[in-house]
């Protein structure tokens, strides 16, 4: 049982790089609370130490629903007032396509600037942001949750640097999503404003390509998407897939649906492979289908062994925490800015240059 000691050490070691540390203190917004990530964020910059200043959003009850669930902070109904504030941070989960525009805003006002994904719908907003990231010295980031927040995806990259499963050369990932459409605003299925589903959901995948092989740059070969039993959306897409490469070689393929069956106990059933080439490393990121609702499995195999490891508890979730001291100090542990512009511009070109492989509207 070598591997299996290897995969403790490796947690211990991981978990033991984000042990508490005195920190400055630092303060946060929220604004615009349209898709539920914003409660996620907030909790994990809450539980880094971070303090909820002003809760603000164009629907009141969202903003007083927020409210209810932290119970601190202020309820505000004019942004402005988040804007003209000393806090150091604003965090946002508004409609996708409105996302660039008040980023733009919140670093022109002398703060940093906290995204779900995706954090845009085009490239000219993009481009946007760069412009002002240039201008401002002021810190754009984006809360790629499916790795970010996912300890058996941050004990992977752990096992992938040690050379555990040899030199990395492919990864597959399978993003699955329910739908719940009679919960979903109007908004969600709109691609002009949530971006499509490559850019969407499937940006949480990029991401992911670009931090385990740890490029650059990297090309999409190939993308298509699909609206396969939902012609009442028109535009919208229930399917999507793509196949991307590596400045360094590394090929990924992906696919992203919202098909989770109403039978899976969870909302979906997130996997990544890491293919290498003395073994591989399996995650079942958030439930081991018909054996455990929990998430964060880890299934490796070696030249020498394989192994099953329970990630969750034993790494810890240190993001926050980075950003918060990269912020303050003007690091790039959480995320480089290059590689959360990269990713972020990827899945744009995968959705914009995407095969549609039914009509629109047409059921199949």
Not at 36 to 61: S, T
Not at 86 to 102: K, M
Not at 236 to 243: L, P
Request: charged share 25%; aromatic share 10%.
């Amino acid at each position: 049982m070598a591997l299996l000691k290897q995969l403790e050490e490796l947690a211990h070691r991981t978990a033991a790089a984000a042990v508490d540390r005195e920190m400055e203190p630092f303060t946060f917004s929220v604004a615009g609370l349209d898709h539920p990530h914003i409660y996620a964020m907030v909790q994990g910059l809450l539980d880094a130490g971070a303090k909820l200043v002003h809760i603000y959003d164009r629907n009141l009850d969202q903003a007083n629903t927020l409210w209810t669930r932290f119970r601190t902070g202020e309820v505000v109904t004019e942004l402005s007032v988040l804007l003209q504030s000393d806090v150091d941070l604003v965090a946002t989960s508004i409609v996708p396509s409105e996302r660039g525009d008040l980023g733009v805003q919140v670093l022109e006002h002398d703060k940093h600037f906290l995204s779900a994904k995706a954090p845009f719908t085009t490239m000219s907003q993009l481009h946007a942001a760069e412009d002002a990231v240039r201008r401002t010295g002021k810190k754009w980031a984006v809360f790629y949750s499916e790795r970010l927040a996912v300890e058996a995806a941050l004990l992977a990259d752990d096992i992938v640097q040690e050379g555990l499963i040899g030199d990395l050369f492919q990864l597959t990932g399978s993003g699955p999503h329910r739908l719940q459409a009679d919960t979903r605003p109007s908004w969600f299925f709109d691609p002009r404003k949530n971006g499509g589903i490559l850019c969407d959901i499937g940006s949480h995948q990029i991401e992911q390509l670009l931090h385990y092989t740890r490029c650059s740059e990297a090309k999409v070969l190939h993308s298509k998407v699909a609206n396969y039993a939902h012609p009442q959306y028109a535009d919208w897409q229930d399917f999507g897939d793509a196949t991307l490469v590596s400045n360094t070689g590394v090929s990924q393929y992906f696919r992203v649906d919202w098909f989770t069956p109403k039978g899976l106990r969870v909302w979906g059933d997130g996997r990544t492979v890491l293919h290498g080439t003395n073994g591989f490393v399996e995650l079942r990121k958030y439930t081991d289908v018909a054996r455990s609702t929990e998430g964060d499995h880890l299934y490796v195999v070696t030249d020498q062994e394989e192994a099953y490891f329970a990630a969750r508890g034993k790494i810890g979730i240190p993001y926050f925490k980075q950003l918060m001291d990269d912020c303050k100090l003007g690091t790039e542990k959480s995320m480089s800015q290059e590689h959360t512009f990269q990713a972020a511009a990827l899945a744009i070109q995968a959705q914009e240059q995407a095969i549609s492989l039914t009509k629109a509207g047409e059921r199949r």
